[in-house]
């Protein structure tokens, strides 16, 4: 089983400053696309911010110039830099990957999409 181990929730003040990790548990899935969404009370989940394994990233409109995503394809983790923090930025933080599993050696390579458990932010005026 594959998963995402996630770390660096907290809470923080208005204007503050995060930091999200999270790793793949296992080297038998190989992500082709990390990326944080997160869920707020009683709304929906949303994307913040997806990356490529080639390096190409996309942000919603309300995290761009205060968020950075980054990733490591070798260590197989994704980081999310938050800056400039609002309110609004408080909701649960979940991190995603898509990618390939290959479980045995004798294994074709199939498809999977994986979640972590998310990490609470909470951002206090």
């Known amino acids: 089983q594959v998963q995402l181990m996630e770390s660096g929730g907290g809470s923080v003040q208005s204007g503050g400053s995060l930091r999200l990790s999270c790793v793949v548990s296992r080297s038998i899935f190989t992500p082709n696309a990390m990326g944080w969404y997160r869920q707020a009370p009683g709304k929906e989940r949303e994307l913040v911010a997806v990356?490529?394994?080639?390096?190409?990233?996309n942000y919603a409109d309300s995290v761009k110039g205060r968020f950075t995503i980054s990733s490591d394809n070798r260590k197989k983790t994704v980081t999310l830099q938050m800056y400039a923090l609002k309110s609004e930025d408080t909701a649960v933080y979940y991190c995603?990957?898509?990618?390939?599993?290959?479980?045995?050696?004798?294994?074709?390579?199939?498809?999977?999409?994986?979640w972590g458990q998310g990490t609470l932010v909470t951002v206090s005026s």
């Open positions: 995603n990957a898509k990618g390939t599993i290959v479980p045995t050696i004798e294994s074709a390579p199939r498809y999977l999409e994986v």
């Open positions: 990356i490529t394994s080639e390096g190409s990233s």
